[in-house]
Nanobody, 112 residues
Framework: QVQLVESGGGLVQPGGSLRLSCVASGFTFSRYAMRWYRQAPGKERESVAFISKFGGRNYSDFVKGRFTISRDNAKNTVYLQMNSLKPEDTAVYYC??????WGQGTQVTVSS
């Protein structure tokens, strides 16, 4: 069955960096676009970044210039490199495969 397993979240100080990973299984990873979403307490889930099966990328305005999405098809993994983190980036981060599956999420907390 399809599985998406995120990792790499944690507690980081403002201005710090984290790298999230999402390992996919159960489908042909290279054939599908992937997305990262996030959901902060009391807020709706929002799109953060997108990468097509060809490697084209798109970002929400609030992370442009700070976050980078990438993928390694040989490892069935999509990454989210997050730099210059801000307290408002605190959220549960989810990866999403555009065949309709979500990961379980990983918590990112930005706080001093």
């Amino acid at each position: 069955q399809v599985q998406l397993v995120e990792s790499g979240g944690g507690l980081v100080q403002p201005g710090g960096s984290l790298r999230l990973s999402c390992v996919a299984s159960g489908f042909t990873f290279s054939r599908y676009a992937m997305r990262w979403y996030r959901q902060a307490p009391g807020k709706e889930r929002e799109s953060v970044a997108f990468i097509s099966k060809f490697g084209g990328r798109n970002y929400s305005d609030f992370v442009k210039g700070r976050f980078t999405i990438s993928r390694d098809n040989a490892k069935n993994t999509v990454y989210l490199q997050m730099n210059s983190l801000k307290p408002e980036d605190t959220a549960v981060y989810y990866c999403y495969a555009e065949l309709g599956y979500w990961g379980q999420g990983t918590q990112v907390t930005v706080s001093s």
